[in-house]
């Protein structure tokens, strides 16, 4: 069911896209159309790389905290998902792309992504700091060798 679901979505998007495209290059004239999506290609490369390498260097402070990044896995797909809409021809495309490179689009998006997992995978207690092994309290740390 999901799978037709997909295939009509990515069709009728297909089919948005073209029909924008023809419509706006009729408009404004090929010539502009042909360096608006040069445009954002070269634009949208430049931005992928900048908020990857931040939303990456985030991962890495958490990850240093010894916090899982959740909210910053997450931001990074949303970067690479808004890179590959950049690098396709298109104009709604081009539009989804940028919002989800700035931040503040991509703070609304990462809101939705975590609902929609959280609704379909709930929390599962998380794994405490210390274990025991023979009444002996083992460290989870890195670095620590256990004492048993």
């Known amino acids: 069911m999901w799978l037709w679901i997909v295939i009509v979505g990515l069709g009728l998007y ?7 495209l023809l419509t706006l290059g009729r408009f404004v004239g090929s010539g502009v159309t042909v360096f608006w999506l040069l445009g954002t290609l ?24 010894e916090e899982l990044p959740t909210g910053e896995l997450v931001d990074m797909a949303l970067v690479l998902l808004g890179g ?3 690098v396709a021809p298109g104009f709604l495309g081009d539009l989804v792309g940028f919002a989800l490179l700035f931040p503040p689009g991509r703070w609304l998006a990462r809101a939705i992504v975590l609902r ?8 599962s207690p998380s794994v405490p700091r210390e274990s025991r092994i023979n009444g002996e309290p083992l460290a989870l740390r ?7």
């Open 14 to 20: 297909t089919i948005g896209e073209v029909w924008l």
């Open 42 to 65: 070269v634009l949208g490369a430049f931005m992928v790389r900048w908020q990857g390498l931040r939303t990456f260097l985030a991962i890495h402070r958490r990850l240093v905290a």
């Open 84 to 86: 590959f809409l950049l």
């Open 116 to 123: 929609l997992l959280h609704n379909h995978f709930p929390l």
């Open 142 to 148: 890195p670095g620590r060798s256990p004492s048993v």
